[in-house]
């Protein structure tokens, strides 16, 4: 397996432009996980989907983010318009989950690098 | 609310040992440990459950005291590839039965340099 894919591996965009990130999680998993991390947050969860259905996004940092998963194969968090604020690296992990309990480890992909100016 | 973990850095010689320390306000129902080398994703290490139970896959053990909502994770006889930041992940026990379902809030983090 290829493991999770996300895409782009870096982006620079100007602020007030929207930004979108990509996620394709290991096949058979059924959990989807999108953190950001920075050097003064650390390791924050944005938002976790079950079965592609969203669970908690309390994570989310205000409206301007949003994230979507259309299919098990598939997710993207955007982010519109962006701040200079938004720098971060965001990665998307997926594990396969039984009965809601996180018996399992989850695989990271290799993360995004956003760099908002 | 975010695990505390301590110390947040330390630096060993190749061969000594160190331990990682992670504790929450919470009742803790799983605790997760990642190992994350400069420039790189997490990568799992151990996952240790109420009552126990651990599922991991390299040489370093680790401890899950539930009643004191603590984790502790040892590196012995530690190798150069040990270098990197350590995070726990904790996740919650809603219940005295039900967990929060998979998610994980990770700690700030333990900066681990292992010298010749």
């Known amino acids: 397996d290829a493991g999770v894919i996300q895409s782009p591996r870096h982006e620079v965009t100007e602020m007030g432009q929207e930004v979108t990130l990509r996620c394709k999680p290991i096949?058979?998993?059924?959990?989807l996980f999108w953190y950001r991390q920075t050097m003064m947050r650390g390791l924050e969860l944005l938002i976790y989907?079950?079965?592609?259905?969203?669970?908690?996004d309390s994570g989310m940092p205000e409206d301007r983010f949003s994230a979507k998963m259309p299919n098990a194969s598939f997710s993207t968090l955007k982010i519109q318009p962006s701040e200079p604020r938004d720098s971060a690296v965001y990665f998307c992990?997926?594990?396969?989950?039984?009965?809601?309990?996180?018996?399992?480890?989850?695989?990271f992909g290799p993360g995004t690098r956003l760099t908002v100016l | 609310q975010q695990p505390v973990q301590s110390p947040q850095a330390v630096i060993l010689r190749e061969g000594e040992d160190a331990v990682i320390n992670c504790s929450s306000s919470?009742?803790?129902?799983?605790v997760h440990w990642y190992r994350q080398k400069h420039g790189e994703a997490p990568v799992f290490l151990m996952i240790?459950?109420?009552?126990?139970e651990q599922k991991g896959h390299e040489k370093i053990s680790a401890s899950f005291n539930e009643k004191k909502q603590q984790s502790s994770l040892y590196l012995t006889a530690s190798q150069l590839s040990y270098s990197g930041t350590y995070f726990c992940?904790?996740?919650?026990?809603?219940?005295?039965?039900?967990?929060?379902?998979?998610?994980?809030?990770f700690g700030g983090g333990t900066r681990v340099l292992v010298k010749p």
């Open positions: 240790l459950l109420k009552g126990g």
């Open positions: 096949s058979g998993h059924n959990s």
């Open positions: 992990a997926s594990s396969f989950t039984a009965d809601r309990r996180s018996y399992n480890e989850q695989f």
């Open positions: 919470k009742a803790l129902y799983s």
């Open positions: 989907f079950n079965n592609n259905v969203p669970i908690d």
């Open positions: 992940g904790t996740e919650v026990r809603l219940t005295m039965i039900k967990a929060a379902g998979n998610k994980l809030t």
